[in-house]
């Protein structure tokens, strides 16, 4: 079956308003003005986001231990926590395996 051209073809219907175009660099401009100068400018159709916040720094205690890691785990369930550290072990006996290490009893 043969290709449809380029002028036969559809094109989806834009999600712009009806006064902006697309052009091929997927920039939406809009048409010139009443006055006939031409060209305004780009449009931006993005919203505007928040800057993110600043993540706080870790909280560290008097003998220079991370206390971030422990609160987040203290704030699993116990199952959650049964279940990661679960998971550390698979990897370990995997990794045991893949190197042909016994581990200690």
């Known amino acids: ?17 009806s006064t902006a175009r ?6 939406t401009r809009r048409p010139a003005d009443s006055s ?3 060209y305004n400018g780009p449009v931006d159709t993005s919203t505007p986001r928040p800057p993110a916040p600043e993540p706080p720094p870790p909280d560290v205690d008097e003998a220079g231990v991370d206390l971030t890691v422990i609160r987040w ?21 995997a990794i045991w395996e ?6 200690v009893p």
Do not use: C, K, Y
């Open 98 to 103: 893949q190197n042909n290490v016994r581990p």
């Open 36 to 38: 006939g100068t031409g």
């Open 1 to 17: 079956m043969a290709r449809p051209s380029a002028r036969t073809r559809r094109r989806p219907a834009s999600r712009a308003s």
């Open 22 to 27: 697309r052009t091929s660099a997927g920039v």
């Open 73 to 93: 785990f203290l704030e699993l369930t116990p199952e959650g926590r049964l279940a990661h550290v679960e998971g550390i072990l698979r990897t370990a006996r």
